[in-house]
């Protein structure tokens, strides 16, 4: 027998041992991995949960009010049992008959009226005893060699000091030290494979116990641990865990392979998928643990164990609801030596276990997990009365804990300034930190914490924080494996390979734009009827032969400074000033007067250049922009809304600006709001045009409603591509609730920035403790984005498009730490002095931000129009 002892344990729940299809999977999985050792040595161990629904309607008999007819529910059962045996061919009375007698006589048994609990644990029990004996059945008779074992006979509960005696019968732990002995006896059970029952094990006593809630993957790692197993695979429906909740986040990663640690700290704050318990056992014992999804066994899931490659960062972000924050402040008489016992020791009395702790001199605020206690009404009111004998006490509830669960959060806080940000306009009650370090916590509203986590997920990426691009432990987006990878074109320049190595060749830094897609982005949102005016923001790129494109295509432009109106008409001299806007922002008086002048639309966004230049507006129609209270888009420096940024009027002031305008004879013609860049969310521009239309009746002059630019673009392989039918599907159904007015847009980015791509040329290529970096001939001086926002942009290796690649940094020659184009990007590792490099989706905010600082050239800049 000595070389038939490595067993492999494999976790099936209820839905998926309801169903004989699932069945099947399970005899196919088992055969399998019983063929897997060539030395055919490997034999399998099938922990199953009760039937789907069962668990639950042997709970509330078990804790059935006594009086409560409970043989009726106990006969369902049975019809249940015997209808599910039919499903399955099988002839219930001789496979099940005893075990469903043995469940009526339950009904009858004198340790029933009591409820006593060995009786409600043994009630519990019968669940796994049936399905178990159910699947050993059909899959003998599918020819698998397959037996039956009585999980009791091999898991033993064991006490803990302080436990209750309901937890000591109803929700116990198991010894699960590996024991040589016992591996030999477990492994002298006559089949390759066994049928075990999850949620059970022997009492001291040699009755049953159940191991309470996450009980059959907690039996599955006890006997993983005991046999120590070559691995325990939980199967679910779910491909794995994620690092976020993907029903709430769609573009959350799987997680292929997870620290122990760290899968606890994630199961523990809000993963579903495994039971934080069942993670100890496997632990202790040094078992990986993988997480399959039983509907698509080919995905390899989650893998935990020992020797994961701990790259520091954030794997995940979880939300848990409905936790209680209790606020204690000390009374200023209370002795202050035993104030944390005093209070600590109430809790207990309550049976109520503490989670984050944040506390100052005077104040110590705790949470309550829901999941971890019995939190009603009662037993706060109760708490709050004892704790108010030592401290005043403010319960805050219900909020939400939203936790960063990852290695090394505290070497991480530099790149989690926008994390930081999104909580700072937010109310937060509590920052915890975890001193293990692998976990930072934030406490805020419940209800604020709606539609949170898709954003913060998106900053985590964006910031670096969270290593996706790691892809030993970063899988697949859930909207990937549920819909397929994203189906994006080639960009025009994969194409255009040859002409832009030979263009380099007159000199680099060079930008370069593809006039085809420009037209093709403009066209789209030209042909979107509920929008009435398209203005392209010129400091996109105020290249001549863009802005000839699109004022082409029909659209007007928007100027911010007196320059850009100059060029404008200087570039396309017949284009008529209705057809441009000038939004500047803490413009001299002068570039106002000289706007007027020419005729176009003038949009102001502040009171005090009424209250100050009375005669430069009098008598004159205006466009007024306004602040909503809060800034989107892709990073903090790019929102444009809310306290902390200096564009448009705060709405409260829109009453005093409107009686200013009316004193001076000014007409409001059109509301303004663009609260961001390279915002993702395309319900947004709905919501302004929304919130603008409800101020507007309100003005009574107004004609158009202007709701900005913004619209994103997918700098990331694998970002969304912006929804545009949703952004218009969104506009047109509000554009007719409020049908008076015309609307306009006024993107920047998203008509040029995948149309422009920047050269390089490699200058050196070096290695400095360990890290590889490529220096191309400009750097932030050409292209300013990610130095300065952090931005991702693909970089190429034009030169070379096959052979092996490594991870470098690419830099620029200019004096600064922050002149990094891009990091830990995969090149050729042959890239050489004078390859070309390509900056992909530089044509936005690249060249009109360029400067020659260090005294660098300027980018040349052409133009591809075919
Ligand atoms: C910059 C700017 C835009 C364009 O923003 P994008 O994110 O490039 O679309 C639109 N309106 C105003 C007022 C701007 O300043």
């Not at 006896?185 to 022997?202: E, M, N, V």
């Amino acid at each position: 027998m000595a070389q038939a002892t490595r067993w492999i344990v494999l976790k099936f729940g209820g839905t998926s041992v309801s169903r004989r299809n699932r069945w099947d999977t399970i005899g196919r999985l088992a055969a399998k991995r019983m063929a897997a050792g060539d030395d055919g040595g490997t034999r399998v161990l099938v922990v199953v949960s009760a039937l789907s629904g069962v668990t639950n309607a042997l709970q509330a008999i078990a804790s059935a009010p006594v009086g409560e007819d409970i043989a009726a529910p106990f006969a369902e059962l049975v019809e249940r049992h015997r209808a599910f045996c039919a499903d399955l061919d099988l002839d219930a009375d001789a496979v099940v008959g005893q075990r469903l007698a043995a469940l009526q006589a339950l009904a009858v048994d004198p340790r029933a009226t009591p409820r006593a609990l060995d009786w409600q644990a043994e009630v519990m029990a019968q669940g796994e005893l049936l399905s178990s004996t159910i699947g050993v059945a059909y899959l003998a008779g599918q020819g698998l060699d397959v037996g039956w074992c009585d999980a009791r006979q091999w898991l033993d509960a064991v006490s803990l000091p302080n436990q209750s005696a309901w937890a000591q019968r109803l929700s116990v732990n198991c010894r699960h030290e590996h024991d040589a002995a016992l591996v030999e006896r477990f492994s002298a059970q006559p089949t390759r494979a066994l049928i075990t029952q999850g949620f059970i094990a022997r009492h001291a006593d040699g009755g049953t116990a159940v191991l309470g809630r996450g009980g059959s993957d907690t039996s599955a790692a006890y006997f993983g641990a005991l046999l120590k197993a070559e691995r325990v695979e939980i199967w679910t429906d779910v491909p794995g865990m994620f690092s976020a909740n993907p029903r709430e986040v769609p573009d959350a990663r799987l997680l292929a392979r997870l620290d122990y640690a760290e899968a606890q700290e994630i199961a523990t704050t809000g993963a579903k998928v495994l039971h934080p318990r069942s993670i100890a056992p496997c632990r202790d014992a040094r078992v990986p643990i993988s997480i399959l999804d039983t509907e698509r066994p080919e995905l390899p899931g989650t893998r935990i164990d020992a020797s994961a490659v701990t790259v520091p960062g954030v794997k995940a972000i979880s939300r848990r609801n409905g936790v209680v924050l209790v606020a204690m402040e000390s009374i200023g008489m209370w002795q202050q030596v035993g104030f944390l016992a005093d209070i600590f020791e109430r809790f207990k009395r309550h049976g109520l276990s503490v989670d984050l702790i944040g506390s100052s001199e005077t104040n110590v605020t705790i949470s309550l997990d829901p999941s971890e206690n019995l939190v009603t009404g009662n037993v706060l009111e109760a708490l709050a009365a004892d704790l108010a004998e030592v401290c005043r006490v403010k319960v805050i509830a219900p909020c939400a804990a939203i936790t960063l669960v990852g290695r090394g959060m505290r070497s991480l806080l530099h790149r989690l300034s926008d994390i930081w940000a999104t909580f700072g306009r937010e109310r937060v009650h509590l920052i915890s930190q975890s001193s293990n370090d692998l976990n930072l916590t934030f406490v805020i509203d419940e209800a604020d914490a709606d539609g949170l986590l898709p954003q913060l997920h998106a900053e985590l990426i964006r910031g670096g924080a969270m290593p996706v691009r790691d892809e030993s432990v970063f899988g697949p987006s859930w909207r990937e494996i549920a819909h397929g990878r994203p189906q994006r074109a080639a960009p025009w320049w994969a194409a255009a390979r040859e002409r832009l190595l030979q263009q380099a060749q007159a000199g680099t830094p060079r930008y370069a734009y593809d006039l085809a897609t420009v037209r093709a982005r403009a066209a789209e949102l030209v042909a979107t009827t509920a929008v009435d005016h398209c203005y392209f923001a010129i400091k996109a790129n105020p290249h001549a032969d863009i802005l000839r494109t699109v004022v082409e295509q029909g659209f007007g432009l928007e100027c911010v400074s007196q320059g850009e109106l100059d060029h404008v008409f200087a570039t396309v001299p017949e284009l008529s000033p209705r057809r441009v806007l000038f939004t500047p922002s803490f413009a001299p008086r002068r570039e106002y007067e000289a706007a007027f002048a020419r005729g176009v639309t003038v949009t102001i966004d502040n009171l005090e250049a009424l209250q100050n230049w009375p005669e430069l507006f009098r008598g004159r129609e205006i466009w007024l922009r306004l602040d909503l209270g809060h800034g989107e888009g892709h990073h903090e420096k790019v929102r444009t809304g809310g306290i902390a940024a200096k564009f448009g009027l705060p709405t409260a002031r829109l009453d005093a600006f409107v009686a200013a305008a009316r004193a001076l004879g000014v007409r409001i013609t059109g509301l303004h709001a663009h609260l961001g860049s390279g915002i993702d969310d395309p319900r947004h521009w709905r919501e302004v045009y929304a919130q603008l239309a409800g101020l507007a009746d309100a003005v009574d002059t107004v004609e158009t409603i202007d709701i900005g630019g913004g619209l994103p673009v997918a700098y990331m392989p694998d970002s969304p591509v912006f929804d545009l039918a949703a952004w218009r599907a969104g506009i047109e159904e509000i554009k007719q609730a409020y049908p008076r007015y015309r609307l306009a847009v006024e993107p920047g980015r998203y008509l040029v920035a995948e149309a422009g791509v920047l050269l390089l040329a490699v200058t050196q290529v070096v290695e400095k403790d360990g890290v590889r970096r490529i220096g191309a001939d400009a750097g932030m001086n050409a292209l300013m984005r990610p130095a300065m926002y952090e931005a991702w942009h693909g970089i190429h290796n034009l030169s070379r498009v096959d052979g092996a690649t490594v991870s470098f940094d690419i830099v620029g020659p200019i004096c600064e730490t922050g002149d990094v184009l891009g990091r830990d990007r995969l090149l050729p590792s042959a890239t050489a002095e004078g390859d070309v490099l390509l900056i992909a989706d530089a044509g936005a905010y690249g060249m009109s931000m360029a400067n020659t600082y260090n005294l660098r050239a300027m980018p040349a800049e052409d133009v591809l129009n075919d």
